[in-house]
Structures are given as C-alpha cells and as structure tokens.
C-alpha cells in the first residue's frame, strides 16, 4: 500500500477508488474544519449528494442496535431491486467533545460489518469544524456521496436541538421512540412530529407497543394535514425484527419524494439552510476577533463600573 | 390606580414605588425584544445587579417546589441578619414557544405567596427578544435590580446547554438532582458538576439518597481543585424540609464570593459573556438580512445547480 498523499484531490481519487484510509482521511479533514477542511468540503459539493436516512431518538432507544440491522438491510439494495454498493453510517455525538468518544463503544456491536469494505463507520464528535457539527455533518453527508458512497445513515445520540437538526437534514429522517416513551419525553414530542418522516417503536416486545402507537396515530392525526403521513414500524433491533420493514418504510418515502417532485425541493431548502449557517459562522469569526480585542477589554471594564450598557459596548464596537 | 405610562423612565419610577404592574409591563418590554426591549435594558444596566440564584436540573426533580419554599426562606433575610425586602423568580422554559405556557402550570403551586406583593413570580419563554432567552433572561434581572429587588431565583426548566448557560449566569448557582439521578444523566453530569456551587438532592425521603450523597461527593473529589467545594444538601421539598439549610448553603457561597472577592470577578465575566452575546445577536440580524436577499436566493439556485458550494457563495455574499 503506498502511503497516502496529502492532496484533497488525490485523497479523493483514492477514497473513490475504494481506499477507506484515504476516505478516513478525508473525513479527519472536514472533522477538523480550517482551510484544509473547507478545500475537501469545496470538493466535496462538485459531486452529487448521496441518499440519507436521519436517525434520531431519546438515548437509550437502541439507535445504534437498529442502524447495525439497518446496514444490512440497506446492502440488500431498493426493495424495487436497485442495488446499493456502499452504505456509510454516520454517528454524531455533539455531547461528546472528542470524536470517537462515548459514542464508539456502542460501535463494537456493529463489528459484524467490520471487516465488510463496503459498510463505513464513522463517529463524529468534533467542534472543530467552524460552526460546529451542524456544518461538519452536511458536508462529511457530500464527501460520501463524492466518494462514491451510495447511502449515508446519520445516526444522532439525543434529542436536543442540534442533534435534530442535524438528523432532520437528511432525505429521510426515522425518529425512533420506545413503548412509554410519551411520558419521557413530553417536551420533544412536536419537534420530532414535526420531522419525522417514518416513526419505529422500538423494543416492540416490551409491554405498552400498542399505547405508544395508539399515541402517535393522534399526534399525527392532530398535525398538520401534508402529501405525507409518516408510517409507524414496530421493531425489536436486537432481535432483528422488523428492519426489513424498516428499510421499505424509508424507500417508500423515498419514492413518495422523487415522485412528487419533492426530493430536489428539500435539497435545496437544505442547501439554504446550509448557506445560512456557514454565513453565521463567519460572522462568528468576527465577533471572536472582536471579543480577544483590546477595546472589548476596555468596553467590560466601563460596563463593570456601570457607565456603559452591553447594546451601547456592541454597537461601539461594531462600528469599530 | 392611574393607567400605565408607555415610557420606560416612567414606568421604572413606578415600579420603584412598588407597582407590580409597571414591572410586569416593563419585563414585556424586555421579553418582547425590539427598540422599547432595549432602551428597558440600557436603564436597567444603571443600577447594580440584584443577587441572583440560578437553579437547574433535569425535569421532575421538584424545582418549583423547591424553589416555592425557598421564597420563603429567603423573606426571612440572609442568615446573618440583613433583611431582605424582595423576592423575584423568573422562571425559564426555552423548551416552550409561549410565555407562560407549560411553566405557568407548576406556577400555580406558589400561590401561597400570590397575594405578597413583595414576591414577583413572573415566566419567560419568549423567542422575541433579539438573542432569545440568554440575553432576556440577564436583561430581566438587572431589571428587576433597577427596580429595587434585592434577590432574583432564576428557575430552568430543564438541563440543556441553554438551560444550564441560564441558571449559571448567576452569583450562586444551584443544581438539583434526586436520588438515583446519576443513571439518568450521564450525558450532563459534568456540565452540571462544572456550574454548580450548591448541591440540592430533592427527594431525600425516597431511597438512594446516600448513594446519590456518594456518587456527587466522588464527582467533587475528582474535580479540579479551586477555593470552593460546593456543599451538598438533602431536601425534601415537598414537605419543606432541608429547604432553611438550602438557603444557608447559598448565603455561605455568598459570603465566600464577598470575602475572596470573586464577586465582582465574576459578575464582569458574566458582563462579558453578555458583550458577546449581543454582538453575535448583531450580527445575526445581519445574517438575516442577507438571507433574506435577492443574492442569497440566487446563490441557493447556484448551489442546487452544482456550480456553487456553500463557502465560496458565502464569501460572494459577505463581499457583496
């Protein structure tokens, strides 16, 4: 094996050959944001995105026991019969500050796919990235699809904001709850209707499946009426039961997108959204540059005895 | 009663002579955002800060309830023997779109002091102030200092990265955990441990008490040496009790704030950290404006396109 180049486009010309450390290279890159990080992401978008599936859910509702069974679902290819060459899972974890934390030990379950070159699995956990997880995840999504990767899962370890942010930008989003998660969760509940594109109950085994799914049929029955209503699956992920159902519920919503024309749509909300966000990095920058400056020393010292306000300090500061 | 003036000064004046309606009229202000939201803050910056109490932790450990009976301790003066004229509470739910939605619920609880006009419970949730919550929330509380109210609880809702910014902008900030919490909130244990100047285990009637006590004290062992070690207090809200020691935990972190002089270290950090805060609210609404343009929409088409990726329109934008 020759050792790899440095090259964001050389690396890619490996990654897409096969090359998995060129890939995990790559994705180091976008981990770690800066301008080697932005040349790779710039590369990146010159390609088209791949398919995504969001998967988010409280933690504890077996996320990473049902991507392990959705992975080999997926390789089974379209359930029309299209095949799919490459699928990669994509873990993030905003809670941990170090990629390959917490998040990875659940990994090791997956291990059945480890030795497999066409399965890709990768945690990120990094705040190094300008604008944090909500930008590196969407452009590690694109380095995929560069690659030549056909299906990305963007798997999120809570249900806070961010990490349904990131787990709603995808094609698909499943958000995964549990029997007697209505109680839990009771604060979460209309973020994640709002997303959700298919719903599993896992650990279908345990009592109250029937309560759970007799609650989501109202909440969805109490939303607002849309082209789609996202299809409820029972799983038991560490049994196995139910992925395949799973994976046709995601293909199914698949094909609702594409043949309502609404896939392109979402595509370019998304890029917006994206735009935006790289837009308030920048300005973050800004503002940084701002805050390590010897007049914003002097600005708290003047709030600190009371003779400035922090709106007057801002906008003295911003006209600089 | 004569009717409300509309200006600010007015209104303060008011409230300073003991109006609850004034205040009520001037924290709107506050909570809606806006030019009037602002010029409020700027007066309210005048006067020095009141005391602030900051108490989070995760949903139903009994925060209302606790905080409830900790009016009431505090309307019996500090410790020491300063009388104390006025009690505030704001009580935060960034979870909740509405002002006084779900929060107000657990509010009703503290009718026992409905009816004492110098306790002003009041709930925040909005969106509208230019920021959201962590710069309204400060904002109300150099308000209700300007207006002559001596200590301000500020209660959290929950135990997000918000929530715990919130409850730990404050001189004191307690953190509430109950029996056998450590299983439920790994994921925030060392945020919590890192804001928390007092310990409250809630719930101390039920059992696993002394292992909760065992687990917060092996966390304070491990954690970095500094001049305090948050002390640790049973409480059992519910029926009062522990709630007078809960206040005398938090008098005796005040006086060690006072006699090292972290005070006033402290308060200007926060001062700071509110600077900052306002710039980016700034530059935010520059961000806004861009999107909201013509350029950015034609940038997005560009993107969808393939002939854009998001850094390069950023900087097109940002030249403009």
């Known amino acids: 094996v020759s050792p790899l180049p440095s090259d964001p486009e050389a690396l890619l010309e490996r990654a897409r050959a096969g090359d998995g450390a060129?890939?995990?290279?790559?994705?180091?890159?976008?981990?770690?944001g800066g301008a080697t990080g932005m040349d790779v992401a710039r590369l990146a978008y010159r390609s088209d995105a791949p398919y995504s599936v969001g998967l988010t859910g409280a933690p504890g509702a077996g996320k990473s026991t049902l991507t392990d069974g959705l992975i080999g679902a997926v390789r089974g290819g379209w359930p029309e019969g299209a095949a799919i060459g490459q699928v990669a899972v994509l873990a993030v974890d905003p809670t941990s500050p170090f990629s390959g934390g917490a998040i990875l030990g659940d990994r090791v379950r997956m291990n059945q796919h480890a030795l497999d070159p066409t399965v890709f699995i990768r945690s990120m956990a990094t705040h190094g990235h300008l604008g944090g997880l909500s930008l590196a995840a969407p452009d590690a999504i694109r380095l995929f699809g560069a690659a030549g990767w056909d299906v990305v899962?963007?798997?999120?370890?809570?249900?806070?904001?961010?990490?349904?942010?990131?787990?709603?930008a995808a094609d698909t989003t499943v958000v995964?709850?549990?029997?007697?998660?209505?109680?839990?969760m009771q604060a979460s509940k209309a973020g994640l209707l709002?997303?959700?594109?298919?719903?599993?109950?896992?650990?279908?085994?345990?009592?109250?499946?029937?309560e759970a799914r007799r609650d989501l049929e109202q909440m969805l029955d109490l939303a607002r009426p849309g082209s789609w209503r996202p299809q409820i699956v029972e799983t038991t992920a560490t049994a196995a039961e139910g992925v395949a159902e799973l994976w046709r519920a995601v293909a199914?919503?698949?094909d609702h997108l594409v043949s309502s024309g609404q896939l392109p749509v979402r595509r370019t909300d998304r890029?917006?959204?994206?735009l935006r966000r790289v837009l308030l990095a920048r300005t973050e920058v800004t503002v940084d540059g701002l805050?390590?400056?010897e007049e914003f020393t002097t600005a708290v010292k003047a709030m600190a005895a009371g003779e400035l306000d922090p709106y007057e300090a801002a906008e003295g500061l911003l006209a600089g």
């Open 176 to 184: 995964v709850v549990t029997p007697g998660w209505g109680d839990s």
């Open 22 to 32: 060129a890939l995990a290279r790559l994705l180091s890159y976008v981990d770690r």
């Open 153 to 168: 899962i963007v798997e999120t370890v809570g249900v806070g904001q961010m990490e349904v942010d990131i787990a709603s």
């Open 291 to 293: 805050v390590s400056g």
């Open 271 to 274: 890029l917006a959204q994206e």
């Open 194 to 210: 709002e997303v959700a594109d298919v719903f599993v109950i896992n650990k279908a085994d345990r009592p109250g499946v029937r």
């Open 252 to 254: 199914r919503h698949r």
